[in-house]
């Protein structure tokens, strides 16, 4: 489901690697094809997990101007899935398979006022933004919070590069981030750019919210709905038509629509615009959706569905996989 | 030849990494304003609490144009034709007939800063639009400097607007009236130039002061006759912002070693934004520093300068005419040129420095009578 269409694969090769905090390695990479990477933006990196190929993505730390010297720096967690157990593997030299640098996460520059909030290894998506505000002189504030400071990558050069605009939040000092606080004194012309471990990300939406401020105004990377359950085969009928056929798992409903000769309409094809629009006339199973353009209501409600991303799942209830879910849908 | 000759070039493209004019600070406004900036359209408004914005002029969904909108709440703009909503930093903020917001919807929303009672916008890569970088035009908002100013809608590239206020000889032929003399074109001068900066000065000692001047000197001198020393250094910061000092004192009197008391002082304040490769913005002043409480005198000035501009305007028009008619003949230059051809040199090197320069090489056409 990568809606990218203009992910560029290369090949690099490390140069550099360095322990910048605990379980944190920066890994430096000279790409084949440079291309400049600006703040925000991250590699896919080609993986190999329990023998298996795998796709991770990291943010660009550093980049030179030319983008000849790519800086990654990559967490081992604890519940890795065997991504960052590579990445920690790979010795100078190695060759690896990477994408050009992809922005899903831009900083605008010109606002009143920023706030940069990084969490943990979050400060790898940030960084690079917090210097270019320094740069421009531009009136910000960096809120780096993590459990300790050994776990802090770059936390010293941080201090040295932001002085009085840094303030640093340690759990293990006794002097964890309160997001209220945090996000209660922000003005309305503040955007505020984090990253960070999923429940402080949860929480500034939630403090952002109840404050009242305008959701425009903070920013932080959505890496693309992957769904909430694994895809599966299920089939798709068109009553009126007289159609009946099947989504393979690593196809979208949309492509066998159209390979079925249905002429479905459609634009984005990522779950944005809302022009593949289906009517769901009958359906076995669930709807699993993964677009951004339908509210939580009209999800719940599942009386329409974006095929170009969405799908239809067993029921988890159920649980039964011996037969396909089956929808009857009606197209525009 | 390894290095590519400014005279190869008769008009230059701009350089995108630089702050632009894009309007007086009070022509923005909560209406939004239609204006073309360095090949990009704009639509310049403000913000409830005053803040400029400059957005794509084009409605991210079918690119209808968003000045023919109207602002909405706080900072936000309305398109004219669907109804789509978008906040000062281009993200929009509603859509007609559905639940949510598309997240690719955006217009792009460039840095903008008002300063020197103008609005700068910088169209390049806004991670190095640094405000500091906003040429000096400090006069146009100091409290020891009075005046005013116009814009002009000038039908030729801005290249050559740069070249008529780095070489002044042209007020002998084009200004006779106001501001002109002999003794100009007779008068040696002198260029220095840095990285960002070319600074051309040319003292005139001991001469008669032309009208435009006499009258100044009376307004601070009441009844002041003789001869007069008269100087131009000229100021020009990358890409395209040229003041002028000017002015004459009273002949012998020490102005040209650092004592302008007995004489009147003037900067010619002048900033070309590129509009279209053959037409600009020219937004110019006239700032004294004598006489600060008299509006009759910042009238009268602006009112005379735009009278001199005037000239030079149906000139400019005509030079692009004629370049445009005459399409394989190359400029020569003159010794006069020095000044106009450093510019030149600079603005090449920043369009090189932003890999442009090649784009904005023309064929090399013959030169007439070679």
Known sequence: MAANSSTVWQRGRVVELRDVARDIRRVVIEPESPVRAAPGTHVDIAVVVNGEQDVRSYSVVESDDDGTRLALSVFRTPTSRGGSVFMHGLGEGAEVELTQPLQNFPLRVGAARYIILAGGIGVTAVLGMARVLARLGADYRFVYAGRSREAMAYLDELIDEHGDRIEVHVDAEGTPLDVPSLVGGLGRDTELYMCGPIRLMDAVRRAWQDFGLDLPNLRYETFGNSGWFDPEEFVVRIPRLGLETVVPKDRSMLEALEAAGADPMFDCRKGECGLCEVEVLELTGDIDHRDVFYSQRQQEASAKMCCCVSRVVTPAATGSRERKPVISIELS | ?370
């Open chain 2, 1 to 370: 030849m390894s290095h590519p000759t400014s005279t190869t070039n008769k008009t230059l493209a701009h350089p995108l990494n630089a702050w632009y004019v894009a309007g007086w600070d009070y022509e923005l406004t909560r209406k939004p304003l239609a204006r073309t900036i360095a090949n990009r359209p704009l639509a310049l408004f403000r913000t409830e609490d005053g803040r400029p914005v400059a957005l794509a002029d084009a409605c991210w969904h079918r690119l209808a144009p968003l000045s023919m909108g109207k602002t909405l709440g706080r900072d936000e703009i309305q398109c004219p034709y669907h109804g789509i909503t978008y906040n000062s930093a281009g993200r929009c903020t509603s859509m007609p007939a559905q639940e949510t917001i598309n997240p690719s919807a955006t217009v792009p929303s460039f840095p903008i800063v008002d300063r020197y009672r103008f609005a700068w916008v910088w169209l390049g890569d806004p991670e190095k639009a640094d405000p500091a970088l906003i040429p000096d035009m400090h006069q146009m908002s100091s409290p020891e400097w009075a005046g005013d100013g116009e814009t002009i809608y000038a039908p030729c590239n801005y290249q050559l607007v740069l070249d008529n206020l780095m070489d002044l000889t042209h007020e002998e032929f084009v200004h006779a009236s106001s501001i002109g003399q002999e003794e100009l074109s007779a008068s040696d001068f002198k260029v220095t130039h840095d990285d960002r900066t070319v600074t051309v000065a040319r003292w005139m000692f001991d001469i008669e002061a032309p009208p435009f001047w006499l009258k100044n000197m009376r307004d601070k001198f009441p009844g002041f006759e003789g001869r007069v020393d008269r100087w131009q250094i000229i100021h020009f910061e990358a890409p395209s912002t040229i003041r002028i000092d000017v002015g004459v004192a009273k002949a012998g009197t020490g102005a040209a070693d650092g004592d302008r008391s007995q004489g009147v002082n003037g900067y010619v304040m002048n900033t070309i934004s590129p509009e279209t490769d053959k037409t600009c913005h020219y937004f110019w002043a006239f700032m004294r520093n004598y006489c600060l409480d008299s509006q009759l005198i910042t009238t009268q000035l602006r009112n005379g300068v735009h009278g001199v501009f005037g000239e030079d305007e149906a000139m400019l028009k005509a030079q692009q005419e004629a370049i445009d008619a005459n399409p394989d003949y190359e400029f020569y230059s003159l010794n006069i040129d020095a000044g106009g051809m450093w510019v030149r040199r600079l603005i090449e090197r920043m369009l090189e420095a932003e890999g442009r320069l090649a784009a904005t090489q023309e064929p090399q056409p013959a030169r007439v009578g070679a």
